[in-house]
């Protein structure tokens, strides 16, 4: 008796199991409905450069920093507009000043600093369709050293003012990959593809052409490339006839 027993409650435990089994695998994929990703990529230039510089002048007397500064604002100016560059193009920002101290110590230890000067910094920004001159300018720029003026500068940004109608090429692409892809699986699986249930996009990526970024799961946005991939993915819900 007590071994029917335990044959009994034996298999009572495999039945239960392979109930619940079953349960978890018609909640995962319910009965009837395809569940596909698909995706789409489109390789593309920029057509907008942002680059950025500033210039700076350190003297005792803020007036005289003042004119050395507007005399190097001309300077890099001219050359600008001698390189070619637009004048509505480019941007001088505002004036930062700054008051430099020097730390002074006695036997290693601190007693106070003392006034050696005005540091007047001013930032330009240049943006423009034309990539390609701003580019060749960028790199050039060590020339404003030979005209006596401080220049720094930062590599340039690069930007596709199209990108909303990239967008939309890449969803497409995407959905009809995704598309593709159900009906296979309805094929393969004796059936065919019926009406679509849901559609939800994926993150919009942008990297750098061949430079090995990893997507980000709020989505890449590459500036520093002026060759670019765009992508995007799709998740698909179909409905299998």
Known sequence: MKYISAIIFSVAIVVAAVFLGNAY????????VISVTGSG????TSDLIVWEGQFSRVNPDLEEAYEQLNEDKETVRRYLL???INEDNIVFNSVQTNEQQ????????YVGSIFKGYELIQSVKIESNEVELI????????????????????????????????????ISKATEDARLRAEKIAQNSGG???????????VFQIT???????????GAYNTADKKKTASITMRLDYEID
């Open 25 to 32: 695998v018609s909640r995962a994929n319910p009965d009837g």
């Open 41 to 44: 990529s489109e390789n593309f």
């Open 82 to 84: 001698d390189k070619g």
């Open 102 to 109: 020097e730390n002074q110590y006695q036997n290693g230890n």
């Open 135 to 170: 580019e060749s300018v960028s790199r050039e720029i060590t020339e404003l050293l030979n005209k006596g003026v401080q220049f720094n500068s930062t590599p340039p940004r690069y930007y596709y003012t199209k990108i909303a109608d990239l967008k939309i090429e890449m």
């Open 192 to 202: 065919s593809l019926g009406d679509l249930k849901s559609a939800n996009m994926g």
């Open 208 to 218: 750098g052409q061949n430079s090995g970024e990893d997507f980000s799961w709020s």
